[in-house]
């Protein structure tokens, strides 16, 4: 009896103590702001309270809870997905943009452009059901390695971000994704990496279609684009699936403007934050002219509003895992 | 000291014993399947468990969760809110099936079928914002009766499911409602009455649109069908928002087979039921020959594969709260 009560008063306290939250952000403006919200959120009668049904966060992912350079890693998943498929397609030797991934000739793949990564996806997305679509993501994120680094993928997560994921969920919130990146992707190792089940990941889609295939009642994953889960699509993908204005967000790049400001639309407290990609050394420093997570447009307006933009070079003590 | 222990303590107690568990539930094997699945699910080491993380159960809403005769009540609503609106438009007076609504003609109405349907939804539900549609729901359920009970639609949900819901969710199941129904419209009122927080509501959906509206940005309801979630649609949108195969799903109607189908397909410990609307008296008996809710398939199937049959009325000792 003893052990049982001791057990569950240290949860209490362990919980309501939380002694030195975000251990790899550094003791600034930017880190006060964060803690100082969250501790008012959670505390009953604070002038910054928000109810438990509403501590809703929402987190972009490529670039404000793992890196995106050289480019958008999924990008790399759908070369590798057409490299392993290669064979079974002998005329993509000699067709755009395939030829160019075969080759590794990655300037023509930049010219083919997003209708070239629309045609890759396509090809390499779609056609199987979802558990076998899974099971090619899960041994992909298990043995890929990212082109420069010479790490698996997920090495290159925010640990300053995690620990905010893991902060947050301390104090009563849903952490939930919202991501321009596939959300069938995402959902595969969103939980074991991030702490977010497959529920609370909301990304770009392509249609889907229930169907039973050899006597198995399963979902088979359809070449055709559902929806797109970046800039205005964003608030609405937010609707579509959580069906209440979050209260925090982040993102890193203009493609998360809509939603850091229908975020900032709702009534009472709220945090909108940006990952502005400073550290040139450590990770990569990128913004106003970037190919890959331009941030421009946000960024003005987060300085114009006083949102939090966390600076990864001077605010964060460490960077990966 | 003592006494903080003491909830503690309480709370594990009340949650591990859980004594009687569907009081509104008659002593039979319908209720003992059910009883035994969620007892052998949550228990660890039994050859029933089932992770936590994979306790999800999916519920038809109209008909499974609440009554559906002598219309689907969000029929309902979409004819008040026409007679509401009748004075902005004056040709409705004169045009279908708007004309069927004001005169009370439901049998013009019914000659108007799904299309007109369709156009009372469209013209009754689009063109406001998010925020507005909630307000105007949330009026509509506080205040509208039953047309032939005389009751508000909220009185006429199944106690025995209410108690369902909650002993699932103590013993770590996810609820979810997966309805025909609209999920804008479900939303507004399923946390209060069923406990199931607008995230965990899948439905038919109308398109909507991120807008700046009078400088503050909104979500905009468009008159154009997004999605449908009945019949083929259910294990799509299941795989939409929540990304996992349930492990138990219950529904009353030949549109719920497929979720039915789709849930039986996973491996693992499973339960399918289906509630059969057989009491004349306190509710009303219907099931192959019903224009509503009508349960034929998907009534053999689940005899053929021993699904729960809930037949309402020997195994509910009370339907309405």
């Known amino acids: 009896m003893n052990r049982l009560c001791s057990a569950a008063i240290l949860s209490f306290v362990s919980l309501a103590a939380a002694a030195e939250p975000l251990p790899s952000w550094r ?17 009953e009668g604070s002038e910054g309270f928000v109810p438990a049904n509403e501590r809703i966060a929402v987190f972009d992912n490529d670039g404000t809870l793992w890196a995106e350079q050289p480019a958008y890693f999924q990008l790399f998943f759908a070369m590798d997905r057409v490299r392993a498929m290669a064979d079974q397609h002998p005329q993509w030797k000699d067709t755009q943009p395939f030829k160019a991934v075969l080759e590794n000739d990655m300037e023509a793949l930049a010219d083919a452009g997003m209708e070239g990564v629309v045609t890759l996806v396509m090809a390499s997305h779609a056609g199987n059901t979802a558990e076998e679509f899974e099971g090619i993501v899960r041994d992909w994120i298990r043995t890929a390695r990212h082109p420069t680094r010479d790490v698996p993928y997920t090495s290159l997560v925010y640990q300053p971000m995690l620990e905010l994921l893991e902060f947050l969920r301390a104090n009563g919130f849903q952490t939930w994704i919202v991501s321009g990146g596939g959300i069938e992707f995402l959902r595969v190792w969103a939980e074991e990496i991030y702490g977010v089940p497959p529920a609370q990941v909301v990304g770009s ?13 399963v979902i088979v994953r359809l070449p055709e684009i559902d929806f797109v889960d970046d800039k205005d699509g964003k608030p609405v ?3 579509r699936h959580i069906g209440r204005r979050p209260v925090m967000a982040f993102g890193n790049s203009d493609g998360d403007h809509q939603m850091l400001q229908y975020t900032a639309g709702g009534d009472g407290p709220r945090l909108m934050g940006l990952i502005h990609h400073t550290d040139a050394e450590r990770e990569w420093a990128y913004d106003r002219d970037s190919h890959i997570g331009r941030l421009d447009k946000a960024l003005d307006e987060a300085r114009r509003r006083n949102w939090v933009v966390v600076d990864m070079k001077s605010d964060w003590a460490r960077i990966f895992p």
Do not use: L, M, Q, W
């Open 27 to 43: 003791d600034g403006a930017t880190r006060d702001a964060i803690v100082d919200f969250v501790d008012a959120a959670s505390s």
């Open 237 to 239: 993908g937010i609707h």
């Open 205 to 217: 889609s392509i249609k889907t279609r229930f169907e039973n295939r050899d006597g198995r009642p």
